[in-house]
């Protein structure tokens, strides 16, 4: 029993693209923030992207800035991470979750987020 459930981690070619689904239980409206996070092998957790109830609140880390692109479809209730121009830097497990905080100086950290998903493998090969 997920609140969010993240989908479409794969194999990718170096220099592909990729897009995550996150679907939330119930209306998108009742939450906050709905963020991304990635662990790769060896290194610590780190909070990618996210996005408010506005949708032109975003939050990019400098990482991925300029070739990930996060979104929203309200009717669907999925928040969708676009990710171009994959680096196999970007291998790692991917997870969704929600944070109780509208502001997004809260975002960057990953202590700001409480229901996460169960993960998805996303793999860059050259």
């Known amino acids: 029993q997920w609140l969010v459930a993240e989908s479409g981690g794969a194999l990718v070619q170096r220099g592909g693209s990729l897009t995550l689904s996150c679907a939330v239980s119930g209306s998108i409206s009742d939450y906050n923030a709905i963020g991304w996070i990635r662990q790769a092998p060896g290194k610590e957790r780190e909070a990618i992207s996210s996005?408010?109830?506005?949708?032109?609140?975003?939050y990019y880390a400098d990482s991925v800035k300029g070739r990930f692109t996060v979104s929203r479809d309200n009717s669907k209730n999925t928040v969708y991470l676009q990710m171009n121009s994959l680096k196999p830097e970007d291998t790692a497990v991917y997870y969704c979750a929600s944070a109780p905080y509208s502001d997004p100086y809260f975002w960057p950290r990953v202590s700001a987020y409480n229901y996460w998903g169960q993960g998805t493998q996303v793999t860059v090969s050259s």
């Open positions: 996005i408010g109830k506005i949708g032109s609140s975003t």
